[in-house]
């Protein structure tokens, strides 16, 4: 009897915390969707989402988010290109290819990467990335999507390469001895075999890495220049969805059209990353079968 | 066990006790104050503070930064006593203000000049407020227009949370709110703090930007502006003087008539024991006279 209620109590404990992270991300959601609807009262949809300038102090202010939204896409598909190819050759490199020491070694770096501040590595845009991009690509200056690219791709290697490793590791063994015992050399098996079956999860890790990326504030705020201009290339300054949020929310008085255009920068962004887990968590499902 | 319990118990009573059981005397004003406001005088303002606890050691102040709309937005909502500010409220706020039952009252506890800052290895040197105009506005793109090489100009501004933004809106790409549908070039780089436009400058030979003049240092280069034939450095002589075109005055705020502590707090600052502070922290104390200056 007594084990009974016990495992009674364990049971209802666990069902109510995953209930409520389930009722706290829908109530996030309401607030954000409270909050941006007071905006679109005093401000129409139509010129917050395809407004051409993110004016906030000026008399009439402007919130168009064009600008924003592209200075979020270069800067993410920017950071996409360079750590997608390099997330999934060291996963591979990790997972099949390096002797078992080295794998080991590998492994805990890529921890440790993970663990470094984002602050730091803004710092380090700042004094050295920035200038050192200037003065190879003759830039006017360093501050620039580029850099923000690179150190955001730098951010998301680790998300990646550990869940790519994953989804390598776990392609059935039996494979790979099939595929070497009708004479297929280690590239091919590697290539052929093993990187299409383990597709899904590799996807997985991108995607979430993707969602690291757009989800990146202070890197963003410190070394992409902040020019809320629509951008025409990623070698010039631009301005991210998060840093416009975090930089002006404290100037924002509560209740103001500032504060509200803010909210709904907010939703957005909670909109791109929600579709963007949802992709990645159906590819994981997938997986999974 | 039980005993056990009660001696813990005990033990945090006393050190609960023994923690709040600074005596105050009657005799001696009391109190808490809270500031927040301007990242531009929140180290001069800081210095005020450790002073006065020096005067009034019952009274404890809390000094926080993060911009001049972050010390107003939170007047308005009444969770500061002083909101420090280096611009002054607008009208809307102010209108927000009484909406809510705040009545903001303002004092001037310092003046401070804005100085516009490039590269060491720029030529250029001095600048009319009208080239600024052009500069910050995009209307003019090239150092060479200016004398000075040819490399296409880089412009650094504050975030629009910061009250030397929209000082530098008003006076420079406003022109003195005379046409206020102007507005920073849109390629203007929006950064974060002070330092990291100091940075910048010390990096890029095509940058130029603006800040408060106690920023000022070996790195850069300060230029000399004018408004009409005469050119000024900023330096205090000419803030005093107002001869130096782009200086402005720095507030405190309160919700109407101060009282108690925060009362206490203000009458120090603007004692010549609290002027000193703002000296020292390389601002321009209120009335001051070139005589006074040292």
């Known amino acids: 009897m007594p084990r009974r209620i016990s495992e ?56 168009g988010v064009i600008p924003l939204f592209l200075g979020s896409l270069y800067v993410t598909v920017g950071a996409i290109i ?20 080295l794998k080991l070694v590998l492994k805990s770096l890529v921890e440790i990467l993970a663990s470094i501040p984002s602050v730091v590595l803004g710092f380090i ?42 989804a390598l590791v776990s392609v059935p063994r039996s494979y790979k001895e099939a595929a070497f015992g009708l004479g297929a050399t280690r590239w091919q098996t590697l ?16 995607m979430l890495g993707i969602g690291r990326v757009i989800g990146e504030t202070m890197v963003a705020m410190m070394v992409t220049g902040n020019s809320p201009v629509i951008p025409k290339s990623i070698l010039q300054p631009l301005r991210t969805l998060t840093a416009t949020i975090a930089g002006e929310m404290g100037e924002a008085v509560s209740g103001s059209e500032h504060y509200f255009a803010l909210f709904a920068v907010g939703l957005v962004l909670f909109v791109i990353t929600f579709i963007i887990n949802f992709i990645a968590d159906a590819f994981l499902r997938r997986a999974r079968k | 066990m039980d005993a056990q319990i009660k001696a813990a118990l005990v033990c945090l009573v006393i050190i609960f006790v023994v923690g709040c059981g600074q005596t105050v005397d009657p005799n001696e004003p009391s109190g808490f104050v809270q500031i927040k406001g301007s990242d531009t005088i929140v180290n001069a ?93 995009g209307k003019a793109a090239n150092w060479k227009e200016f004398g000075g090489k040819n490399l296409r100009i880089v412009t650094l501004s504050r975030e629009v949370s910061s ?10 790409i406003q022109l003195g709110k005379k046409d206020t549908s102007q507005e920073f070039s849109a390629q203007t780089l929006l950064l974060t703090s002070s330092q990291t436009i100091v940075e910048e400058v010390v990096t890029n030979e095509a940058a130029i930007g603006y800040l408060g003049m106690g920023y000022v240092s070996e790195r ?43 009362k206490l707090f203000i009458d120090f600052a603007l004692s010549p024991k609290g002027q000193e502070q703002f000296r020292e922290t390389g601002f321009v104390p209120v009335g001051a006279t070139i005589a006074q200056k040292d």
């Not at chain 1, 050192?132 to 390469?161: D, E, H, K, Q, Y």
């Not at chain 2, 019952?58 to 006593?81: E, P």
């Open chain 1, 125 to 166: 845009g700042i004094v050295w990335l920035g200038p050192a991009l200037r003065n190879v690509l003759g830039l006017t200056t360093g501050m620039c999507g580029l850099t923000g690219s690179l150190l955001l791709a730098f951010m998301a290697l680790p998300t990646i390469i550990t869940i790519a490793e994953d």
């Open chain 1, 82 to 101: 360079i750590c997608v190819p390099v997330g999934v050759a060291s996963a591979m490199f990790i997972a099949e290819v390096a002797p078992k020491s």
């Open chain 1, 8 to 63: 009674y109590i364990i049971e209802s404990l666990i069902k109510f915390s995953g209930l409520l992270v389930i009722i706290l991300v829908f109530l996030l959601f309401l607030f954000l969707l409270k909050d941006s609807l007071s905006l679109f009262g005093v401000y129409p949809l139509g010129k917050f989402l395809f407004g051409r300038s993110w004016l906030p102090i000026s008399e009439p202010p402007r919130f």
């Open chain 2, 163 to 172: 009250g030397t933004h929209i000082y530098f809106k008003e006076e420079v």
């Open chain 2, 220 to 262: 850069i280069k300060a230029l000399l502006l004018a408004k009409g034939e005469q050119f000024y450095p900023p330096d205090v002589e000419n803030v005093i003087k107002k001869t130096y075109p782009l200086s402005r005055p720095l507030y405190f705020y309160t919700n109407g008539e101060p009282t108690g502590a925060a």
């Open chain 2, 45 to 137: 303002v800081q210095k005020v503070s450790e002073e006065f606890m020096k005067d009034y050691p019952y009274v404890f102040v809390a000094v926080t930064g993060g911009g001049t709309g972050v010390g107003i937005a939170s007047l308005i909502s009444k969770t500061c006593d002083v909101a420090s500010a280096s611009r002054e409220m607008k009208p809307k706020e102010i209108q927000i203000a009484n909406q809510r039952g705040v009545f903001p009252k303002e004092f001037v506890v310092a003046h401070d000049g804005i100085a516009v800052i490039v590269n060491k290895d720029n030529p250029v040197n001095k600048l009319t407020i009208g080239d600024l105009h052009k500069i910050f506005t």
């Open chain 1, 191 to 206: 290539w052929r075999i093993i990187l299409p079956c383990a597709s899904s999860g590799i996807i997985a890790g991108v």
